[in-house]
């Protein structure tokens, strides 16, 4: 599996969860780990979500966009293991052992 591209600054990786309830985001996506860490997502979340953005456009290649509306960054340490909890479409973040889980 290649590498994907993510947003990385003081030593931390800008992780997207969406903690609302009804549609995960990286849990529901066609391309968990892309959108887990998407920097065209996080770039827009950070811009105030513009109404000039046409999400199915501008996100559609994650697949589902259900839980885009309530997608928000978490931080993580670069080489932090985690994974993303999911129920009822609720997400969240759990910081693991050194073992298992995403690679912040």
């Known amino acids: 599996m290649s590498p994907v591209d993510r947003v ?5 990786v800008a992780v997207l969860v969406s903690p609302g309830f009804g549609a995960g985001w990286s849990t529901w996506a066609d391309a968990s780990e892309a959108a887990l860490f998407a920097p065209d997502v996080v770039e827009w979340v950070e811009a105030g979500r513009p109404e000039s953005t046409d999400p199915v456009e501008a996100f ?3 697949g589902y966009l259900g839980g885009l509306k309530d997608v928000v960054i978490e931080w993580v340490p670069v080489g932090t293991r985690f ?3 999911e129920y ?12 298992w889980g995403y690679v912040a």
């Open 88 to 99: 009822d479409g609720s997400e969240s973040l759990e910081i693991l052992g050194p073992d």
């Open 60 to 62: 559609g290649k994650y």
């Open 8 to 12: 990385i600054r003081d030593g931390k």
């Open 83 to 85: 994974v993303i909890r």
